[in-house]
């Protein structure tokens, strides 16, 4: 069965600055997608970010970059220029080629230091 | 314009009763979800329907039965509701044959006393 892992339950940034999220994953399909989505206390969960297992480039959306390893399984979050804002629970997602349901990390609480 | 709707988005209920939750999606979606977020905020997939088929059903109580009226539509109805039930759920929705990206309705917050 797949799993998902995000070792760091909580992390904190400075405002303004750069702070990568850790996700790593287990499977043994080889078509696959990765996926970032927010939800801050609002409770409302926002897609962040989007990798097809096929493509060897990283997705990007403005300030928010993914660092996709397949051979290792891994798929972190980098979140540049952080700002307010981006305080929330980041949850890390696996959507195998065959299943239709996402399989999510436990998640990890974002703090933003003005 | 809302993509993804739920309602209510709160409940507070008593043990034993019965309650619905409704989902609906404007984006033209042939599958939908209901998802469970724990107090621990772990999400997990409860039901998927596919063109009004169920396709997914994780190892949930009877007690939740899923329907789907129609393609835009899946509601979840909750019998003899008890304290363990108390959990964010959400509903979302995706194509199946493009991009795969589930989106997410605003949740519905369930307490039972």
């Known amino acids: 069965a797949q799993t998902v892992t995000q070792s760091q339950p909580e992390m904190s940034v400075q405002e303004a600055e750069t702070v990568t999220l850790s996700c790593t994953y287990d499977?043994?399909?080889?078509?696959?997608?990765l996926f970032w989505y927010k939800q801050p206390p609002s409770r409302q969960m926002i897609l962040v970010i989007r990798?097809?297992?096929?493509?060897?480039q990283n997705a990007t959306e403005n300030r928010f970059s993914v660092n996709f390893q397949k051979a290792a399984k891994s798929f972190s979050l980098k979140i540049s220029d952080s700002q307010l804002g981006d305080a929330a629970m980041y949850f890390c997602?696996?959507?195998?080629?065959?299943?239709?349901?996402?399989?999510f990390g436990k998640g990890t609480k974002l703090s933003v230091k003005p | 314009d809302t993509a993804v709707s739920q309602t209510p988005k709160y409940l507070v209920t008593q043990m034993g009763n019965d309650k619905s939750i409704k989902c609906e999606q404007n984006?033209?979606?042939?599958?939908m979800y209901w998802y469970k977020q724990d107090s621990k905020k772990f999400l997990k997939i409860m039901f998927s329907?596919?063109?009004?088929?169920?396709?997914i059903n994780e190892t949930v109580p009877n007690r939740f039965s899923p329907k789907s009226p129609d393609k835009a539509h899946l509601n979840l109805h909750i019998n003899s509701l008890e304290l363990g039930d108390s959990a964010v759920y959400f509903c979302?929705?995706?194509?199946?044959?493009?991009?795969?990206?589930?989106?997410f309705g605003p949740g519905t917050r369930l307490l039972v006393l």
């Open positions: 329907y596919n063109n009004k088929e169920l396709i």
């Open positions: 984006l033209g979606h042939d599958t």
């Open positions: 997602a696996y959507l195998g080629g065959s299943q239709g349901n996402l399989i």
């Open positions: 990798q097809e297992a096929y493509k060897q």
């Open positions: 979302a929705s995706s194509q199946r044959s493009v991009g795969k990206t589930q989106y």
């Open positions: 499977t043994s399909e080889s078509d696959y997608y």
